[in-house]
């Protein structure tokens, strides 16, 4: 089992009455009414400071992703977070798993495949190297990117930087939205044949099937918990199943929303407005920009508009303590905690590469310690040798980092927490 | 280039389906009426026979060709394309395989840029131009509302001044628990926003602006007089830079004239061509 920590760096001070206030949480929001640039450089040095405790909490591994013009989740370049927390994690086990540069937006993507090489090197070979689709609102909205060509730059970047960090001559690359003459990355990654990749997504069919035939490890970064998560993991590895690969644990990545807390009644007393917070204010988005026209291609498309049965509940309808009972959020004492995850995320699931967001919307800073601290003393421990039973040998995670069974967090480095 | 021709059910209306760019893109063109020919590009929510064609098919043969990617079981053609300049050679190939030499082009919105890019690259091809609401131009003090992002409550009310209309009652039919007819019209406009959105995505100004000079037809904008898209402002950029052209806005319709009030739009339509 490997559990990561995984950051949105979201603002933390949104008013009150936000989301009837404003259209959407991104691409809208207006800056100059909302934020504070001073306090925002004090926000990711606080998202650092959380993520670097965690690694020396024992996690073992340290999550970033790229988003744009939002209040929700805004680190627009990982890779400048991600340098950071390689640095100072020099020394450890701890892996660096970038969630992570979006390759349709990176022109030419050829800049995520040297960045990616940049933090293997720095970090000794401790990258994690995630390469997302990037949500429709970053980069058909915010980055211009036209919906229906979303997926065909993203195959054609992918293909691209694959070959790039492997290719051992210089070569050309004549393709239909990139064209590189002479291709020669310099630097490579420490890690041979590359860095192990994840594709993250949000439960498009398309992405299944994507991430099943280059043999990566699918996240599914779901807000929603694992009860509805269940028939898509489901879906998802019946897939792994048709295309004759084995079922191993470690091919499936997921997102959970954790708090934890002395009992559980206290662990609502702390967290619940941060959660509702969350719910509320930070994905506070109108519908059709989760798939403007294009986006879907048509087989997809009408098969979401004939069975709209799975739509999702509106979570503004929603409060504390429905999310904790729908598993949105697995709230609790640790105990309560740890069952949960065991039983509906990674057993129920078949899940190996786990993330946990620990800072949740509002919450501030020591309360996101607090979290990560008795997440990391109370619960981590029990889950460590979940599917280490000499079966499965995670493919998707750094070769040197595997073995660990508890990370070395000593040689942090003194700025770090 | 093939060509498949058959009888729609539509009384008159003929329907055949071209094959152009190696036979890779394949573009349903409808078909009514007798005289002069008539092209009609159709705008970003897809191709119906609406009674302003009828009315315009009384003068003209009309042809109205369905963008590509939005002719039924060629969805997916629309990805053989890479971007506008494969559009207008496209609909070149089309024009070539109906066999007209010229004609009068007549496009609402995304088809009166299609229309008027045809007729820059091609100046001969184009007797006469009427351009309803056409993009291909962007000011920021009058940013053109990107209807791609509009729920479709919202995208009715910014298309249609009165968004009851029998037109918008069209357009937008209402969803009844498992209709699947109302359904499939819904998966028909997205798909074809998507596939128009192809070609103007994230501002419809794809350099019209240096070609529009090229234009010989005398042209006729007419626009809506509370057209909330693209408000009629627009059509200054039109009339500075073409050689021959007025304007006529027709007042209680919005983006969509020629279906809110089709007798007005078709009469001055056929006026002008036919002079």
Not at chain 1, 96 to 117: C, D, F
Not at chain 2, 95 to 114: K, N, P, Q, T
Request: neutral net charge; glycine residues 8%; charged residues 25%.
């Amino acid at each position: 089992m490997k559990i990561s920590a995984f950051h949105l760096m979201p603002y933390r001070e949104l008013p009150a009455d936000f989301e009837r206030r404003y259209e959407s949480v991104w691409v809208t929001p207006p800056w100059w009414e909302l934020a504070d640039a001073r306090r925002v450089g004090q926000y990711y040095n606080w998202t650092l400071d959380e993520l670097l405790y965690a690694a020396k909490c024992g996690f073992d591994g340290v999550c970033t992703n790229e988003h744009h013009q939002n209040a929700y989740g805004f680190m627009p370049s990982p890779n400048l977070m991600g340098s950071v927390l390689a640095r100072a994690t020099n020394g450890t086990n701890v892996a660096i798993v970038q969630m992570g540069a979006t390759l349709p937006t990176s022109n030419p993507p050829l800049r995520v495949a040297e960045e990616y090489a940049m933090l293997d090197c720095i970090s000794g070979g401790r990258l994690v190297a995630g390469l997302p689709l990037g949500s429709p609102m970053d980069v058909n909205l915010c980055y211009g990117i036209t919906p229906m060509e979303h997926r065909e730059r993203y195959r054609e970047a992918f293909a691209l930087t694959l070959k790039a960090w492997q290719a051992r001559e210089i070569f050309s690359w004549n393709g239909r939205y990139f064209q590189l003459a002479t291709v020669n990355l310099w630097p490579r990654p420490i890690q041979e044949p590359h860095p192990p990749v994840w594709v993250p997504g949000s439960g498009s069919i398309s992405t299944f099937d994507f991430a099943v035939e280059h043999d990566v490890c699918y996240c599914f970064l779901s807000y929603s918990g694992a009860r509805s998560a269940k028939t898509m993991m489901d879906g998802y590895w019946r897939v792994v199943a048709e295309k004759g690969r084995d079922l191993n644990p470690y091919r499936a990545g997921f997102l959970q929303l954790v708090v934890v807390a002395e009992s559980d009644a206290r662990a609502e007393e702390k967290f619940a407005r941060h959660v509702e917070y969350f719910y509320h204010k930070c994905l506070h988005v109108p519908g059709v920009w989760f798939s403007p026209p294009g986006n879907q291609d048509y087989r997809s498309l009408v098969a979401t508009m004939a069975n709209p049965v799975r739509r999702a509940e509106n979570p503004k309808n929603l409060r504390y303590r429905d999310f904790v009972e729908k598993g949105y959020v697995i709230a609790g004492s640790p105990a309560t905690v740890r069952d949960r995850l065991k039983e509906e995320v990674i057993n129920g699931l078949h899940v190996g590469n786990l993330m946990v967001l620990l800072q949740i919307g509002s919450m501030p800073h020591e309360l996101a310690m607090e979290n990560i601290e008795l997440f990391g003393r109370e619960v981590l421990p029990g889950l460590r040798d979940f599917w280490d039973d000499g079966r499965w040998v995670n493919h998707w995670w750094p070769e040197r980092l595997r073995q660990s069974a508890a990370p070395v967090a000593a040689g942090l480095a003194a700025g770090g927490a | 280039m093939t060509t498949h021709v058959q009888t729609s059910r539509v009384i008159e209306t003929q329907e055949r389906t071209v094959s152009v760019w190696q036979d890779r893109v394949r573009i349903r063109v409808l078909s009514k009426g007798r005289g002069p020919a008539l092209v009609f590009f159709h705008g970003p929510w897809g191709l119906t026979w609406d009674p302003f064609l009828d009315e315009l098919a009384q003068s003209f043969s009309v042809l109205a060709p369905a963008h590509p990617g939005t002719t039924p079981d060629a969805h997916d053609d629309v990805y053989h394309l890479d971007g506008l300049w494969d559009l207008v050679l496209c609909y070149d190939e089309l024009l070539e395989a109906l066999g007209i030499r010229d004609a009068a082009f007549v496009g609402h919105s995304f088809g009166g840029m299609v229309a008027c890019e045809l007729a820059a690259a091609y100046p001969d091809r184009a007797r006469r131009l009427a351009l309803i609401a056409p993009l291909g131009f962007w000011r920021d003090p009058d940013r053109i509302i990107n209807w791609m992002l509009l729920e479709p409550g919202e995208l009715r009310r910014q298309i249609f001044r009165d968004p009851e209309c029998d037109a918008a009652r069209r357009m937008f039919p209402r969803s009844e628990e498992q209709d699947s007819s109302a359904t499939a019209a819904r998966v028909r406009m997205v798909w074809a926003m998507g596939t128009t959105g192809k070609f103007i995505w994230p501002i419809p100004d794809k350099g019209l602006k240096k070609r529009i000079h090229r234009v010989k037809a005398p042209t006729l904008l007419v626009w809506g007089r509370e057209d909330r898209l693209v408000p009629p402002v627009y059509a200054d950029e039109f009339v500075g830079r073409l050689s021959d052209a007025r304007v006529q806005t027709v007042a209680d319709t919005g983006h969509a004239p020629h279906l809110e009030q089709p007798a007005t739009v078709a009469r001055a339509v056929r006026e002008f061509l036919g002079q």
